[in-house]
C-alpha cells in the first residue's frame, strides 16, 4: 500500500503561481510513476502530468505545457507541482496518482491522494 498527501492548494490570481506537493508513505513510492490529474466542477477529471521512476522523463498535457513543471525529491518520496502564469481555468480539485503507466495515453494507478483545491481568480 502506498499512502498520498497532497499539500498546497490554495487561491491565487490569474497569472500567479502555487507549488504542490505529494508525499508518498507505505511502500516505497519513490518507485512508481506519479501524476497529478485534476477535476474541476462538471467536468470529467483529467490528466494533467507526469513524471517517470526510472529513467525520469516528463508529460503534461497541452493546456499547462510550458506553465507547469512536475519534478521529484527520491529522497523526500515527494514530488512537487510547480504551476506559474496560473488561469482560471486551472482551477480545480488536483489529485496526485501513484502507479500510472504510459501506453497511448496515461492510464490511472491505484494509489489517490485526497486531493487539493486550487482556485485561480481572474
Known amino acids: 500500500q502506498v499512502q498520498l498527501v497532497e499539500s498546497g492548494g490554495g487561491l491565487v490570481q490569474a497569472g500567479g503561481s502555487l507549488r504542490l506537493s505529494c508525499a508518498a508513505s507505505?511502500?516505497?513510492?519513490?518507485?512508481?510513476?506519479v501524476g497529478w490529474f485534476r477535476q474541476a466542477p462538471g467536468r470529467e477529471r483529467e490528466f494533467v502530468a507526469a513524471?517517470?521512476?526510472?529513467?525520469?522523463?516528463?508529460d503534461y498535457v497541452d493546456s499547462v505545457r510550458g506553465r507547469f513543471t512536475i519534478s521529484r525529491d527520491n529522497a523526500k518520496n515527494t514530488v512537487y507541482l510547480q504551476m506559474d502564469s496560473l488561469k482560471p481555468e486551472d482551477t480545480a480539485v488536483y489529485y496526485c496518482?501513484?502507479?500510472?503507466?504510459?501506453?497511448?495515453?496515461?492510464?490511472?494507478?491505484?494509489?489517490w491522494g485526497q486531493g487539493t483545491q486550487v482556485t485561480v481568480s481572474s
Open positions: 496518482n501513484a502507479g500510472l503507466r504510459r501506453g497511448s495515453r496515461w492510464y490511472e494507478g491505484g494509489y
Open positions: 507505505g511502500r516505497p513510492g519513490r518507485e512508481y510513476n
Open positions: 513524471i517517470t521512476w526510472n529513467p525520469i522523463d516528463t
